[in-house]
């Protein structure tokens, strides 16, 4: 396990248990007693650890190398998972992934997200879950084949940006998420979008429209990551804490904006310590609102969408 | 921001034009020769100078190389709309400060220096009026307008004038210009994306013809949303079009760029435009778009 820097009195207290452990199985002393007191303590400093996160904190956790992806997610929630590659026309863009599941062996569902590496190698290969245009473009397939068969549609979201690539720009980034925002927003199906990790701009938007709009507890959702905003308005890559507190990022401020639908809460400590508990929890969203969506009938549903996403934003109106 | 215009072009008065055009009085080109002899403009693309008048007079292009020079709104509305004619719509929304945004400068004080300096109200300017007769909605923006980045009200005057257009039957434009988001609204900056986008849907179910013209430069959350939306995109000669800016594209991959990458021209060649129009022809073709739709 590692430990994030604010984590560390968890990590000494953690260190102790095992110790003392150890040295209980050398002597044959019983030391339950003093293991219990100890994990009574590790208990209550997650507790105030993770009740006085702050915006960066936060965004750190998001980040935490531990932390469940998208195929993490979609082996634990789902019953029975079919992986469907390319986008029919470039190449399959592996920073993006999706295909049929089965919720409970009842329910189809097309679940797409973005994917990054669990090591060095697959980091590379994920392109560290920054998709090309390609990536929406599969994206758009699969959720348009989802719409043939209605289908629901899960959504998984955990980027840190669209890829700022030379081919991403030959083959039209711009022009693929833009195509992804106008065709999301007319889908036939229910369409659920999750926050997992990051989601940082265009790219996490890219596969982001839905009826339900969700972050994890501790995630992040902004037009901008806390560094580069930095970079940008501050001219220096030090003020990263500063511009994750100013650009409101955690799905508390999200939620109390109105720009998400509602916070799914992570056990105490987060997912990167408990990921097969927030799978269980994602589970019994979908299981609840994914009925909750097809009892809407499909103009409603789509008509409330639109409705959502327009009435985003804030100016004033003088006489 | 750079807008690319010398500062002398400030002194041409946009709010004059405004109220002129208010007042129902028609300008002709003579009468808008309200700036003093002497001034002179430099293209920023072959360093030729030329003066205020000759350079207003072809449209902000350079009679040299057809450097395309940046203009906000009203100056499109100026040549495109007969006789420099044309409503203003929606130009009471106006920019608020609801995050309390602060980096080295506040938000609240970007906008009030945004609003002296370019003597604008916001990034985005909406306008009804006739194109060779033909009745259009153009939403512009104005890079003056801090970078023309996309905030709330750029989406919001999207959206309405979008409205106006299917209450009316109208085509719609959008003159995009910008920097992309505007971060100090941050993710309503973000929705504005999804917003427009959806707005559009809209429109396009209503059978009415989008066109988004693509100017220099149009980058960011413009690009990923309505810009490459249109039933038509075209765009003018030369102007840097992308998702991703050069500089963050350059650091990315640690090589030079190709020449002409992300220009007009290269998206062209790319399949992402239907064609570039010199803006001198600006009207005409959209006159004769227009025209293919009815
Ligand atoms: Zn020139």
Redesign the pocket.
């Known amino acids: 396990m590692q430990y994030l820097d604010f984590e560390k009195p968890l990590e000494t207290l953690i260190l102790e248990i095992e110790k003392i452990k150890e040295v209980g199985e050398k002597t044959k002393v019983d030391v339950s007693s003093a293991v219990k007191e100890l994990n009574k303590k590790v208990d209550k400093t997650r507790k105030e650890i993770y009740s006085n996160l702050n915006d960066w904190q936060t965004v750190q956790l998001s980040r935490h190398p531990e932390r469940p992806y998208t195929n993490y997610y979609i082996s634990r929630v789902f019953s029975k998972y079919q992986e469907l590659h390319g986008d029919r026309n470039v190449k399959d863009d592996k920073a993006i992934v999706g295909g049929f599941a089965s919720l409970n062996d009842e329910q189809t569902v097309m679940v797409i997200g973005h994917q990054k590496g669990v090591n060095t190698k697959m980091r590379q290969l994920r392109n560290f879950g920054m998709a090309n245009p390609e990536g929406y473009r599969k994206a758009l397939r699969l959720m348009k084949l989802a719409e043939k068969f209605n289908k629901p549609i899960v959504t998984f979201i955990d980027t840190p940006g669209a890829f700022p690539g030379l081919e991403a720009e030959e083959r039209g980034q711009g022009e693929a998420i833009a195509r992804n925002l106008f065709e999301m927003i007319n889908l036939k199906v229910p369409v659920i979008c999750i926050i997992i990790g990051e989601g940082a701009s265009g790219g996490a938007l890219g596969i982001g429209i839905g009826d339900r709009v969700m972050m994890l507890e501790n995630t992040w959702y902004s037009v901008i990551s806390p560094e580069s905003c930095s970079s940008i308005l501050w001219r220096t890559w030090d003020f990263k804490e500063k511009a994750a507190e100013q650009l409101k990022l955690t799905s508390k401020h999200m939620n109390a904006f109105g720009l998400i639908d509602g916070i799914i809460a992570e056990p105490i400590g987060g997912a990167h310590a408990f990921p097969t508990e927030t799978a269980a929890i994602i589970k019994k969203y979908l299981e609840k609102t994914i009925p909750e969506l097809f009892a809407i009938d499909v103009e409603t549903r789509i008509e409330q969408r639109i409705e959502k996403f327009s009435a985003m934003g804030f100016y004033d109106e003088t006489k | 921001m750079p807008n690319g215009l010398p500062k002398t072009t400030k002194t041409m008065s946009s709010s004059t034009w405004f109220k002129r055009i208010k007042q129902g009085i028609l300008t002709s080109t003579k009468e808008k020769k309200d700036v003093p002899d002497g001034l002179w403009f430099r ?1 920023p ?2 360093k ?1 100078t030329s003066t205020i008048d000759e350079i207003r007079d072809s449209f902000w292009v ?1 009679p ?2 057809n ?1 395309h020079n940046r203009i906000d709104a009203e100056e499109y509305f100026e040549f495109l709309y007969d006789e420099g004619v044309y409503e203003l719509l929606f130009d009471n929304i106006v920019s608020k400060d609801k995050l309390g945004f602060v980096d080295l400068k506040k938000y609240k004080d970007r906008l009030v220096d945004a609003k002296k300096t370019s003597g604008l109200k916001d990034a985005m300017t909406v306008a009804v009026g006739e194109i060779n007769g033909k009745k259009l909605v153009t939403a512009a923006m104005n890079f003056k307008f801090i970078g023309g980045s996309m905030g709330s009200v750029v989406g919001e005057k999207i959206a309405r004038g979008i409205d106006y257009s299917i209450a009316h039957k109208l085509p719609f434009m959008i003159i995009s210009k910008s920097g992309g988001a505007r971060m100090m609204e941050s993710a309503f900056s973000l929705m504005q994306m999804a917003k427009t986008s959806a707005k559009l849907t809209q429109l396009a179910k209503a059978k009415l013809p989008y066109i988004s013209l693509m100017t220099d430069p149009t980058t960011g959350g413009v690009t990923a949303s309505y810009a490459m939306l249109g039933d038509l995109n075209i765009a003018e000669p030369g102007a840097l079009i992308g998702f991703a800016g050069p500089r963050v594209i350059k650091e990315t991959i640690k090589k030079d760029l190709p020449e002409g990458f992300q220009t007009a021209e290269f998206l062209l060649e790319h399949g992402f435009l239907d064609f570039i129009v010199n803006r001198k022809e600006l009207k005409q073709k959209l006159s004769d778009l227009i025209g293919y739709f009815e």
């Open positions: 293209c693309g072959c030729k350079c040299s190389c450097h």
